[in-house]
């Protein structure tokens, strides 16, 4: 169904959408309710449409909760340009999520010291690929400062930060991009934080271009198929963990 391939939030919008259009077409047939029932009909059918778009639990409930969230904003007195820049501030930092359908969510920081006792002695090149805030980045960069370490970032908002904050360190840089863009051959370690839609197609980025006895390390997501050479537990997020691929 060609419905499944959209990202889930444009499913849900499409949902509430169609909800929405439902509702219309009973009020100009005359139907007159309770605004309470108006709202309740909106909720039935959004969830509904969104069982038959494939949206997962979750999303249900966001579903089901959002006509009354609308309802009650409705008459508060909320000025305009509120909703307008949390609107604009949030596609800005989250909007390219939307289509990469990898969040930013940050590593902790016992993950930084876990990829740090990780990392290979001497002289290195690390890259984070999809580096977020820089955190990571900035952490390896301080205590390893025989290594080359660099981040690519999608999100402009993100990117930005991470720039000025990798900025006082010499041996950290922080490129706006694409991670797909990113030449791995000259990697001992590419890092990922990312969800599991993107690990096949990272999977085959490292085979191809990372050279024999460079790591591949995910954050928390497993590649199909491909058991890893080492997992290490991270402390804070349930089910947080490094899972360590060795390229031969
Ligand atoms: C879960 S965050 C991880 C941040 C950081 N690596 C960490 O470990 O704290 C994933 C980041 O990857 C970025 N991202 C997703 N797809 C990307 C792509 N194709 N190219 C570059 N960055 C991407 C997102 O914008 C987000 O900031």
Redesign the pocket.
Known sequence: MPFRRLPPVLRALLAQGLGFLAILVLARLGLRFPPLVWVLLQATLAVWLSRGLHLEPRWLLLQAVLPFLGWLLWGAAVPAWLYLSGFLALALVFG??LV?R??????SRDACDQLGALLPEGPLRFV?????LG??VAHLARTRPDGQFLG????LV?WLVAWLRCLPLPNAHIHL????RVDLADMDVAYA??SPVPMPALWAKALREMKPGSQLIS?SFEIPGQAPDRVVPVRGRPGARLLVWNLR
């Open positions: 390219g999520g990469t990898v969040p930013l969510y940050l590593a984070d690929l999809g580096c977020g955190g990571p690519v970032e999608a999100s993100s991009g694409s991670l797909w934080f990312l954050h």
